[in-house]
């Protein structure tokens, strides 16, 4: 069962990114349903895409959600990528361990190519690297599950942290502006600002 890869657009134009099924992740259908409303995932744009028009990116999301989640992989010599970075969930979350170990996996055997990593799942995450080495190619973004409740102690193991601010949000300092991801490429650095403030974004309804 093979790894599937995705071309990105609008932000992510010119990005590859290995994708999952959003839809079927327990962990996300847990923090979309929250009744904590500022949330970020309340307004996941994944959902929101997923359930209209990007509907036909599901049956290889889910591939990749079993793939990566039940089986282990150790040769991804099929995969080709367009660009020296590559984004690790453009959609999807961490499912399990083995999910990450994967990736690891994947990240290592393409040592040329910097991968970044969007997670909320701190508990896989410093789990895993409790035992194993971060690979020197991958960047590991703490995704800020609160709105406006901007982070700037980095959680460990991550090397960055992502935090979403609303339309409201008057702190100012946001330092991701609507930039192609590929122009600006702060999350794909070592050497760059590692407190990362976007403002919000609304895929179809406001909710």
Same mark, same amino acid.
């Given at each position: 069962? !093979?790894? =599937?890869?995705? #071309?990105?657009?609008?932000k992510?134009?010119? %990005?590859?990114?290995?994708? &999952? *099924?959003?839809?079927? $992740?327990e ?9 904590? !409303?500022? =949330?970020?995932c #309340?307004k ?5 895409? %997923?359930?209209?028009?990007? &509907? *036909?990116?599901?049956? $290889? ?34 499912i ?12 290592k ?46 959680p ?9 601010v ?42």
């Amino acid at each position: 069962m !093979q790894i =599937k890869k995705s #071309k990105m657009s609008g932000k992510l134009f010119y %990005l590859d990114a290995i994708n &999952s *099924n959003t839809l079927s $992740n327990e962990f996300c259908q847990k923090e979309h349903k929250s009744p904590v !409303q500022n =949330k970020i995932c #309340k307004k996941c744009f994944s959902f929101a895409m %997923l359930e209209s028009y990007r &509907s *036909n990116c599901i049956p $290889n999301f889910e591939n990749n959600s079993v793939a990566l989640s039940t089986m282990v992989h150790t040769d991804f010599s099929y995969l080709k990528f367009r660009n020296d970075i590559v984004r690790l969930h453009g959609h999807g979350e961490l499912i399990n361990q083995t999910h990450l170990h994967n990736f690891v996996e994947l990240v290592k055997f393409f040592p040329d190519i910097t991968f970044a990593l969007w997670s909320k799942r701190i508990d896989i995450v410093r789990k895993y690297f409790k035992t194993n080495q971060i690979p020197d190619n991958l960047i590991l973004v703490y995704s800020n599950p609160i709105i406006d409740k901007v982070m700037t102690k980095i959680p460990r193991p991550f090397h960055k942290v992502f935090n979403n601010v609303s339309e409201d949000y008057t702190g100012g300092a946001e330092n991701c502006t609507g930039q192609k991801c590929n122009d600006c490429r702060l999350c794909y650095k070592f050497d760059t600002e590692n407190v990362i403030i976007e403002k919000e974004k609304f895929y179809g309804k406001k909710q």
